[in-house]
């Protein structure tokens, strides 16, 4: 007999792995299919994504800084190398304790595991192929197969000359010249690792700015921060066809809205135009799973168009990031269970680990401008925060936006060491409506960078008090 379950989860990234957590909490009986071929649980984000560009971030920030900076605080190392197999093997570490305590969490809340592609094959019915082929049945089906890299006609990736984010985390070697095409989050990220262990890097985008969904004030002051750390940019250009030579590939490059083309030589290519959805051999079709016209499973509160079958995560609309589909995968687990699941995709926040960080949460000023909501800023920059200030790391700002009438806090934007961190305090006060004076009338401890959020929330009524 075929075995029975409460819910069917496909795929074990941070969506599925979460909904998979929440429904053995919740006494859901659930199984959790995955396809990848090493058997590691974690999807994108712990395999191949977050976690081991995060490690290389982290050493690779430690290398420059050992290199430029340890002189200046009276830490003399003599001369600096790298051993790129080690930093390596010790963001492949990570991964794997990381994906192990995945699988752990997996049998501590009595969730199935299978591996294997999953295929929906009739209402309620899902086969796994695999080692080990079997069928599955639930009431309920839980979409959470995740994304993919969005090709590049003409840039054909091989994972050794030309990479996709997978390959720029495993290069053997520090290409001289690294090409990377998309000024986003996994062009900054990336290319920010490889020019700090050496490579020369050019960005070319496509758009006239970089971070091209973030406020507009910070894209444009972080790329003169990374101007200054050596990355080159080519705004508004494409790449239009690429040529392999045996060690190096030609790229044709020309402005956005045409014009004289340009060669540029590179050691290695990295293609970083963004990520689609990944729902290839699902068997939508079986069921009447419809999808938009970009390849996103459309939902309602994560309810597909087909009956029992639900979808999360970057196969949804919605921004693509791990700890948006965590929350869809809790939210969806929940409103199975007959509890009331929500996701306030207008409180996900949203950071580049580079260096200095940039973080952001609500509204941008262009999109409050296009929407016709009147606003008030506070800013205040690290440059006047004393514990920036005496960590020499005073590059950066903190911008807070609230609305004119209310004083509702609608958006933060910020540009500095640990943003990614800072950034919470604005999404809690976000989440409970609250307002610019909030944070303002917080006590803040000292000396913290925290304490430039404080200040900058002061300026939406015009009383910083440290500038
Ligand atoms: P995924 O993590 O993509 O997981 C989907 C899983 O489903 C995959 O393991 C896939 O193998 C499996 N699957 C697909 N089809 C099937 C099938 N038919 N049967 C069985 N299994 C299947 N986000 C952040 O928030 N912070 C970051 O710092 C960050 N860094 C990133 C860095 C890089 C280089 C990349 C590429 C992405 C990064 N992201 C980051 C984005 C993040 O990885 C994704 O938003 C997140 O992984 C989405 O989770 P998910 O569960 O929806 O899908
Ligand atoms: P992205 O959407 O962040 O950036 C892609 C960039 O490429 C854009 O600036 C776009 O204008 C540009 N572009 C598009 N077509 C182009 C072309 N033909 N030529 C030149 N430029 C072109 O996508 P990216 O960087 O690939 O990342 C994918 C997703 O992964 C992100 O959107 C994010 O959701 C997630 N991610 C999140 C991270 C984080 O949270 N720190 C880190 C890495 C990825």
Known sequence: MT??????????????YNAAIRAGQLG??????????????GGTCLNVGCIPSKALLHASELFETAGKSFANLGINTGKISLDLIQMLKQKDDAVDGLTKGVAFLM????????????????????????????ELEAKNIIIATGSEVTPLPGVEIDEVQI???TGALALPAVPKHLVVIGGGVIGLELGSVWRRLGSKVTVVEFLDRILPTMDGEVSKQFQRMLKKQGVDFKLSSKVTGAEKLKTKVKLNVEPAAGG?????DADAVLVAIGRRPHTDGLGLANVGVETDKRGFIVTDHFKTTAPGVWAIGDCITGPMLAHKAEDDGTACVELIAGKAGHVNYDTVPNVVYTWPEVASVGKTEEELKEAGIAYKIGK????????AKTNHETDGFVKILADAETDRV???????????????????????????EDIARTCHAHPTRSEAVRQAAMGVEGWTMQA
Do not use: W
């Open 380 to 387: 205040f920059p690290f440059a006047a925060n004393s514990r």
């Open 3 to 16: 075995e029975q379950y409460d819910v069917i989860i496909i795929g074990a990234g941070p969506g599925g």
């Open 163 to 165: 990479v996709s984010s």
């Open 107 to 134: 049998k501590k809340n009595k969730v199935e595991t299978f591996f294997g592609a999953g295929e929906i094959v009739a209402p309620g019915k899902v086969r796994v192929t695999g080692d080990a082929p079997t």
């Open 28 to 41: 859901l009986k659930a199984a959790l299919i995955e396809k990848r071929e090493t058997k590691k649980l």
């Open 410 to 436: 609608l958006g933060c934007h910020i540009v500095g060491v640990d943003a990614g961190e800072l950034i919470a305090e604005a999404v809690s006060v976000m989440e409970f409506g609250g307002a610019s």
């Open 260 to 264: 004289d083309v340009e060669t540029i």
